[in-house]
């Protein structure tokens, strides 16, 4: 039997997981089928069936401004002390932990690839995640029967080191992406209500064996990684290997993660909370399109401004059959039959000879015997829709707050302040967007946090940080000190605080203008302050505290400090 939590006693929780997983399926299928067609319009596929038409891709454009102005460049982690306070421990702790984060997600990529693949299913369905493993090396430290060290990487999950001659001689947290469609939750109004999380994970028959044993033999392989339209005629002749659909699921109510497979009835394998997370989940609260407090069901942006975006298409249409029909066209007088030549043959500068002038001349001459289609009204016509089809880009980008600035796009005759105020407006309408991106950043460099202080040895922290050539590093006190505060996890959230620095290329100029303002700002006080030292040098214990709360606000004034 199973309560409302998902508690059960003595049976397998294949089934029940089976059932939830359908339930959220069916839940979110309509949300999945809109978004399926809005990836298809953005990557402007089409049926094989459908009939030429012309169409203005908007929302490509649209996502090519809106991607880098919220993720435009990888974001880095920024470990601070929370009070900035004179804390030498909390100093050393902090630059510990930020330089094994900063090294981990500079020189895997893992970091980035999740990051640009969630803002942009964001901007696209509508919802974008990422998802956080732990992955030690474990060394054998027992000899084998030749005498040498055995050394694997673990292939399981997660791992624990039971065994005393083992241990870990190298670790990593990845950070993957998980397709928004391989994504479920538990139902729910709100991410506070989600009491279960799960991403499906595609394994080939070898693969599930490695991972689960001789009873994954059992499970049918019916499913490939992949949505490509069947239809399309580029991907429809191509052939994927079958793999099982594993779903991957975390229950907070009961603190274990369980297994199961499509297609196959039984659970593959449950545990208990590997990770020891402080929120439990391995994932953080998703990137989210347009919510309301009633639904966690996102509705993509291109949605809000469809309509504008069709009706740009059959403005494009009738531009492009208009523009085929304005063309230079007419009849002739047949007995003329050499006026003919004169469109035909592509010349300049030549006559063409007629045989019956004087019948020519007494018809009118040449405006006699031709007469041309007249286009004026097409043109006319033509003009109109042009400035219609203006009127509704503006209109959608009105709708999705992309101001002309943004665009690249002024008028020579505008001031500075005018640019300004457009810029500023456009960058209100996107600052919410951009603090959920800065959000989502913050939550994912806070689980490696927590995998990294849990689970990664003390001297594998030191090593990776390198701030054993630091004047900090150096104090073997101070050290043992700042690693017991990384390990206690209450501590540590007292002391250290954990975020992303800014994502939008829009900042740079506002972060070199910060560092300038820093510089001048330090370099003005010295100046003050050097007379007043050398008048009175009592006043030095209160200017060097007054220098360093002056420098803690600042990111490179940790180094400075200790210095």
Known sequence: MYDETGAYEGEDPGPYWHDQIETAIKIFDKWEKRGLKVVKRYRDERDAIEMPRMKFNILWSNIQVLFPALYGRQAKPEVSRRYMDQDPVGRLASTMLERVMEYETTQFGDFDSAMSGAVQDRLLPGRGTAWIRYEPVIVNDRPDDDGVLDETEESQVYNTVEDPTERIDAAHSPIDYVYWSDF??????TWDEVWWVARAVYMTKEEGVERFGDVFKNVSLTSSNTDMDGKNPLTA??????????YEIWNKRTAKVCWIAKGYPQALDERDDPLE?????????PLMATTTTGTMIPVPDYCEYEDQAQELDNLTQRIYLLTKACKAVGVFNAEFKELARMFSEGV???LFPVTGW??????????????????????????????AREQVKQSIYEIMGISDILRGSSKAQETLGA???????????LKSSQGDVARFATDVFRLKAQIICKFYPPELIVEMSGVMNTPDGQDPQRLQAALQMLSDST?????????????????????????????QAIGLFLREAIPMIAQAPETLPMASEMLLFLVRRFRAGRGLESA
Do not use: W
């Open 184 to 189: 479920l939750h538990s139902p729910a109004r």
């Open 237 to 246: 002749k191509m052939t994927y290997d079958k793999k099982a659909m594993v």
């Open 277 to 285: 997370l402080d929120e439990f989940f391995p994932c953080p609260k």
């Open 348 to 350: 300049d500068n030549k």
């Open 358 to 387: 004087a019948a020519m001349s007494e018809k009118g001459g040449l405006k006699g015997a031709i007469d041309m289609m007249d286009t004026s009204q097409i043109i006319v016509t033509l003009r109109e829709l042009y400035a």
């Open 419 to 429: 640019q300004q105020l457009k810029a500023n407006f456009g960058s209100l309408r």
């Open 491 to 519: 501590i540590r959230d007292f002391n250290i605080a954990v975020e992303a620095d800014s994502l939008a290329q829009i900042d740079e100029q506002a972060e070199k203008q910060g560092a300038q303002e820093a510089i």
